[in-house]
Each structure stands twice: as C-alpha cells, then as structure tokens.
C-alpha cells in the first residue's frame, strides 16, 4: 500500500518543483494539484479494473499487472484456489454421507424448521412412496397420511417410535412401518423409518402358534379332567370304568404326540443344519417304516386286538442299497409321517406304494396313496402348522397337524424339499426330495 501513496507525493513534489522553477508558487501549486490528480485518477482505474476482473468469470486467468496491483491480484488468485480446494473436500465429504445414508436399510428423511421435507434416501420414497421431483419442500403431514403419524407428527416429544401402514406393491401384501422422529439443529427432524413388517409378521405367528397350542392342549385335557371327576364322584360298574379308563389313555396318548411332535419341531429350528458324517442305510430305516405302517394300519381296522390286520395294500417296492448322509432320526421322522398320514387318510382297502428313484440331481422317496386326494386350494397352506383339511380324521387318527411341518423343515434342512401332488378323489402323492449329493457316492 506504501508504493501508490510515495509514487503520489513523489509525482507532485515534481510537479510543484518543476512549476516553482518555471513560474513560481502559483504555477507550483497548480501542478502539485494536477499531478496529485493525475495519480489518484490512475489509482481509481487501477481499483476499477480490479473490481471488474473479480466480477469476471475467470479469476484464474493470468493477470497483466504489474507491481502492487500483481501481488494483489496474485494473492486473491491463491485465496480462491485454497477456498475451491476446500469447497472440494466439502463436497467430497458431503456425497460420502450421502452415499452412507443412501445405504443405509433404514429410510431417512430430513425436515426442516417448518417440517417440509428437505431431503430423502431411496428407502424412505420406497417406505412412504415420495418422489423428490414432485414432493420436496412439501409439508411431510400432506404426504404422510396416515392419521397415527399425523397425531405423532404434532406431539412435542417423540421419545417412542410408533407404527403404521407402509406404501406397498399390493394390495394383498401389507407392510408395516416403524417410524420416529428425532430433533437435530435448529428446529429441523429426521424422520427414520423401518420395514418391520417380517418382524410384526413373525410377531403374529408367534401369538397364533401359541393359541393353536393352548387348544390344541386344552381339548384332550378338558375331557381326561371330566372323566377324573366322573371317576371320583360316581361308583361305576367294572366294565364302564375300564371304557372310561381306556378312552383317558387315548387323550393322554394324543397329548404325548403333540408334546413330542412340538418337542422335534423346536429342535430342529435350534439346530444346526444337518452334517454328512452320519450314514443312514435306506434299508435298514424302510423296513422299520414298513413295519409301524402295517401295525398302523391293524391298528385302525377297528378291530379287536387279538384279530388285528392290516387293512391297506401296503406295497414298499424294494428298498435300494443305498447309504443317505444326514441325520437318520429326522429323516425317520419325515418319512414315518408321511407314510402313517397316507395309512391314516386312505380308507380301508385302499392301496399305497412306497418307492425310492433317483436321477442325476435327487433322491426322491415318493408315498402315494389311493385316498381321498387334497383340493388344490389346501395343497400350499398343507405344511403349516396345526393346518388340517380333515379335522375330524386327523383326530380320530391320533393327528397333531405338525407332521407334514416337520417333514418340510426336515426335506429343507437336508437341503431338500416336500412336493406334494394330489387330486380330489384320485389318491395323493407325497415326495420327500433330497440333494443327490445326500448319497453316499461309492453307493449311489
Ligand atoms: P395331521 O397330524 O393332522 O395328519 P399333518 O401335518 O401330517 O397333520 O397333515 C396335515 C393335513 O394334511 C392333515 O390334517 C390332512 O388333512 C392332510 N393330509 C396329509 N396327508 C394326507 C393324505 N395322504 N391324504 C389326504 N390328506 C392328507
């Protein structure tokens, strides 16, 4: 700043130097004025220039100034360059947290003070349907319209998340949404919300599975406590008491089944998945099959026991010799369950083969039976559990309605699945499918 103002005063001492020995003071003064003038008018273009080429588009070009305007304009270059570099680094950060809340599982919306909606991840428009062309800067209650979230929306705190309908694809498939709100700067929300639909899904199996089971118990035992009280308070004749007696082991019994067949299900969810290292000789383990469906069968002649015979065509096609890698009591479980449901569906007189196939990716062992068949309606909902298209056969016959969920979850744990084919009228067939790779190979 020292140079224009001593190039100044040196151009007007000068001037007034020059002017004194030309005229005198007179002369001297007027040139010490118009040099003085001279020199500021320079200095203002100078000023003006520069105030133009900062409002230019391109501060970075080169500059031709020389002296103190250089430096200027120099330093004023190196400024920038330093403000762009850290624009840049802003930037960079900016869209990393971007990115970050974009991957994030959660959707995430902000507000600002006015609770209009700011910014929003691809979650977020998916959970509540927005679109940020046509909804940003719209007031979050406009598009959130879900009266729960309205009346959350306009409380002070919002200490507890709360729940409410999602946008969905379908109409049929409903998706439930956990929402909160959390306060940050200057009056501005962050909206979270999160898919908790499997979790309210799992939630109401959990109570229904419940249920199913409180009934499922409290029928046998409502009627073993009715006979206890007709025992106590009545005398009854030999014979009666022995009817009565009998009729109480078959609710017990049918008690055991359902606690045992609950007691299978519960470990085969808390285990780990079948290794390879037990070895199952399918033989071995048919001819166990085989006799159990024929003591079954007997079993339901209605016969007296002394008499007892098997009432079905039991046709178990010769096992092969083969050697299944798994664990050998689910397996024996699956395959019992669905070889008794076929004994115990199928009328008396009524035939049922038994085979094992295989081709170049599975092992299948197929139970068909000439029963009543299955409308194709109950085909999908077969293997839930407690499900029954004949309530009344299942419980004459002992049935607990989880046979067909333990033989999915055992086919599925091997790696394999539960097909079932059947027609109304013409028999069904139920097949036990498992990986190939389930063979003992020098076997296979
Ligand atoms: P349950 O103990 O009642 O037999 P399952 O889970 O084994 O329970 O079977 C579910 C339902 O599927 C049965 O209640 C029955 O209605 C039907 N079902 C199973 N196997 C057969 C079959 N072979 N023929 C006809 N219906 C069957």
Redesign the pocket.
Known sequence: MLMPVFSLLLWTALAAGLGWWLSGAFVAAASALAAASLCFGAMVWKLQRLERWLAGPDLNSDVAWRGLWLEIAQRIQRLIKQRDKQVAVHEQRLQHFLQAIQASPNGVTLLDDQGRIEWFNDTAAAHLGLDIRRDRLQHVVHLVRDPVFAKYFAQTQHDAEVVIEGRSQSVAHSVKLSVQLHAYGEGRQLLLTRDITSIALADAMRRDFVANVSHEIRTPLTVLSGFVETLQSIPLPEDERQRYLDLMAVQASRMQSLVA?LLTLSQLEGSLPPGMNEKISVQEMMTQVASDAQALSAMLSGQDSDQRRCVHELLFEPAPAWVLLGVRSELLSAIS??V???V???PAGGTIRVAWTRDAEQVILS?N?T????APE?LPR??E???????S???E???????????KHVAQRHGGELR?E?HVGQ??T?MLVLPVSRLEPQAG
């Not at 607990?400 to 969920?405: F, I, K, P, S, V």
């Open positions: 067949d369950n669905l008794s449901n076929a115990r569906y199928t139970v039976d029963g009543p068949g299955i109950h077969l293997s559990r407690f499900y029954r298209v004949d309530r056969r299942s419980r016959t002992g049935g607990t309605g989880l046979g067909l969920a333990i033989t079932i059947s028999g069904s139920f």
